[in-house]
Each structure stands twice: as C-alpha cells, then as structure tokens.
C-alpha cells in the first residue's frame, strides 16, 4: 500500500479523537461502531449511581436521590434535541426503535381514499420493511399494493413528482444500513411534502454520524437507536422527534399512557388524559431507568465535544480509509460503494465482494488479524471508522487486512 504504517501513526499524532473515554477491546481494531458502539468509561459509574439511589431509598427514589425517576427522561430530552437539531418539545428518548417508529405511524400514516401508499427504500432495514407492511395490514390495505420500494433518492423524488397524490407516507433511512449512503433529508423531506405527503425518518444510521437540522428541515418525524453512534449500549434505548406543527394538534391521533399525560396529572387517576403539547405526549409507559443511564452519559460526551467536530474527523478518517481501500478494491467486483461525496456519505464504507462470500471475509478479517468488521449477506463487508473512538492505525490495519484476505477469498 502506497500509504504507510509510520504515515497512519503520525495522522494519530496529529488527529487523536477521543479513544480514552471508552473501552476499546485489547488487540481490536473495530469497525462495528455502526452495529454496536463501544462502551463510554464513564458508563458503569453513572449506572452504579442509580443503581444505589434504589437501594438507598426504595420507591422514594421517584422523587429523591441524585437523579429522581419521575423526571428522569428530562435530563435527557435537551442533549437529544441538540444531537438531532430539534426543539426539546419536538423530542424524546423511549422504547426502542421499530417501536417508536409504529407508534409515530399510527399519528402519521392515515391513508385516505387514493392517498394511501408508504415509499421505502428497496434497501430499507427489513424491520422498517415489516413495520410498514404491518401498518398498511392493520388499515386493512394489501400492503403488496401500499408499500412500494424503489431504488433510492432519485427514484423516491421522481416518484413524489409523477404519482405523488397516490402517497401517503415516505419513509426512508437518513443513512442507508447497507451502502452508507446519506440521503438528501432536506431536500426529499421538501419533496414529500410538495406532493401532500407526510414525510418520516429512520434515522438508526444518521444520529451521532452526521449533523441533522431535524426542526429546520421540517420533517413530520423521525426516530433512532442509541445503540449503534451513540454507544448506549445493546438495545439502548431509542429516540424520536415529532415536529412541532403537529404538537397538540386534536386531530392527530395518538397510543397512549399514563405517561402521555401531563406529569403534575399523572397521579390525579383521571380516567381521561390531559397530554402535553410536547412530543412527550407520544411516551406510553414509565421509562426504564437503568436503561436511561447509559443513554443519557453517550449523549453527554456529544454535548461536550460537538457534533460538528465529529463530523470533522470523521470525514479525515473516512477520506483516509476510502484511499486505502481503493488502492485494495480495484473496482468490479471489489469496490467500495459508498458514495464518495462528502456530503453523501457518513462514517460508514461499505465494500462489495463480488459473487458474495461477505461472511467469510468478515470472519477471516477478524479470526485472522483482528479487525471486526460486519457483513450484510450476500456480498457487502461494512467498515464504519468512528470519529469517537477509532484511530488511523485501525483503518491502516483493515485496508491491509483486507487485501490480505481477499486474495485468499
Ligand atoms: C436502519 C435500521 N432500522 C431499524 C432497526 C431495528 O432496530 P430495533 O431493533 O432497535 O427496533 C435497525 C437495527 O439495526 C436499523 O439498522
């Protein structure tokens, strides 16, 4: 390889991230941050806290101790809002991912007449694939005639402009899971909503991986996992967003809770709730505290560094690796296919294998030299450098671990 092992180490010199405020596994040079993120230090500390308010004090804990449960998920609705560019009204951290996802569809897909179809992307997550077909199922629409999947960006905005009154919902990934590619949110949110349609994000792949302006860009919605850039941990609790012209709007129908309902009328036991016009109207049960903690410590270190430095180094190291990979995957059927605009791409490089065989790369890539990346079957190995944590040395290591095993693939 054209770039050196001494040139990768000076870069770390020069652009050392922020590798000390998390548990790296010894010997690894991980690439899975966009699967699972590595566990910030700080985590276990502030977990042990809560976990002793329970002890100490019992049900007391609700109101007493360092972090009272009643108002738990408060402290994390501001840093939430600044990660993904919302008003602290417009968000939440809940339940898990699909979940929130059907939740807002229950508000947000209402099929009328001719209106009635959902855009996905042909490479959508199978869980969002399942999720909408579910809601088309639940609205008694066949949903091999509702869901429609297309290509991508360019074939949703085509479709908006030539059948758009036929559409209901767009749904799409910020970051796609399997390309790493970025959508155009702004612009494909604007043209959903040129053609009457409600317009929702997942954005599992883009929140902690690229700034979002989720208020500005006037999305309908949108929800996220903790677990992957924001190292929240194994099925950490998720976030969403609802945008403020739609908060306290009556026509808008909502699951609810208790904890839809105004906090200081949570313990009145009305039979009938009085919902804030916040997004936290959408909360249905009391949150899991001990599941908050972690969240709540990953979100803290965005805060203190800022995702547009994060973005940043990302796209230094996302650059760097994309130049080593290149030299290593000549193009068909080895190439990367990530876009390669800045713009277009996040920390992600996902790399296609020819006639499949992803998975025993991935295997060897680790088994063989220590490098954990993944792989979606058949034929795309997914390389995700993390501005937080991973080092120029690791991207060094897996460019050259890669082409090592591919000539033996
Ligand atoms: C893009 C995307 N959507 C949805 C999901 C499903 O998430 P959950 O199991 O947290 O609902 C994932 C999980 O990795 C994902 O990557």
């Known amino acids: 390889m054209t770039l050196t092992e001494d040139d990768a180490r000076r870069r770390d010199e020069t652009d050392p991230g922020h590798r000390a405020l ?3 596994p010894p010997g690894i040079a991980y690439f899975a941050g966009n699967s699972l993120g590595l566990q910030p230090k700080a985590t ?12 100490r004090l ?26 993904v560019g919302a008003l602290p009204t417009e968000t939440v951290v809940m339940n898990s991912l699909t979940v929130n996802l059907h939740l807002l569809m229950v508000s947000f897909y209402r099929p009328a007449g001719e209106r009635n179809q959902i855009l996905i992307e042909d490479t959508a997550f199978p869980s969002d694939s399942y999720a909408v077909r579910s809601q088309a199922a639940f609205h008694n629409l066949d949903p091999n005639k509702t869901v429609v999947r297309l290509a991508g960006g360019d074939d949703v905005r085509k479709y908006l402009a030539e059948r758009g009154d036929h559409v209901a919902l767009v749904l799409l990934g910020g970051v796609n899971y399997l390309t790493g590619e970025l959508l155009d949110i702004p612009g494909i949110t604007r043209a959903g909503h040129a053609a009457g349609a409600i317009v929702g994000w997942d954005l599992a792949h883009a929140a902690g991986n690229v700034p979002l302006r ?60 009085r919902p804030p016009a916040t997004v936290d109207a959408w909360q249905v049960s009391n949150p899991p505290i001990f599941a908050m903690g972690p969240v709540r410590t990953s979100l803290e270190i965005f805060d203190r560094i800022g995702m547009d430095s994060l973005r940043a180094r990302s796209l230094r190291l996302t650059g760097y690796l994309r130049e080593l990979l290149d030299e290593v995957t000549p193009g068909r059927p080895l190439a990367v296919v990530t876009p390669r605009e800045p713009e277009r791409h996040g920390s992600q490089l996902s790399v296609r294998i020819g006639d499949g065989g992803a998975g025993e790369v991935t295997r060897r890539l680790r088994h063989e030299h220590g490098v954990i990346a993944d792989e979606r079957e058949p034929d795309v190995v997914r390389f995700a450098p993390v501005p937080l944590y991973s080092t120029y040395h690791d991207c060094w290591r897996a460019a050259r671990a890669l082409a090592a095993v591919v000539k033996e693939v």
């Open 214 to 273: 989720l208020h500005d860009w006037g999305v309908d919605f949108a929800a996220w996992c903790s677990y992957k850039y924001l190292n929240g941990g194994p099925g950490a609790l998720a976030g969403a967003f609802v945008h403020e012209r739609h908060l306290g709007d009556p026509s808008v129908p909502r699951f609810e809770g208790w904890w839809s309902t105004e906090p200081a009328t949570r313990f009145e036991m009305a039979p009938v709730s």
């Open 22 to 24: 998390f548990h790296v």
């Open 44 to 55: 276990v500390p502030e977990i042990l806290a809560d976990l002793g308010d329970w002890a």
């Open 58 to 83: 019992g049900v007391e804990g609700h109101l007493e101790g360092g972090r009272p449960w009643l108002p738990y998920h408060e402290l994390l609705t501001e840093p939430a809002a600044r990660l």
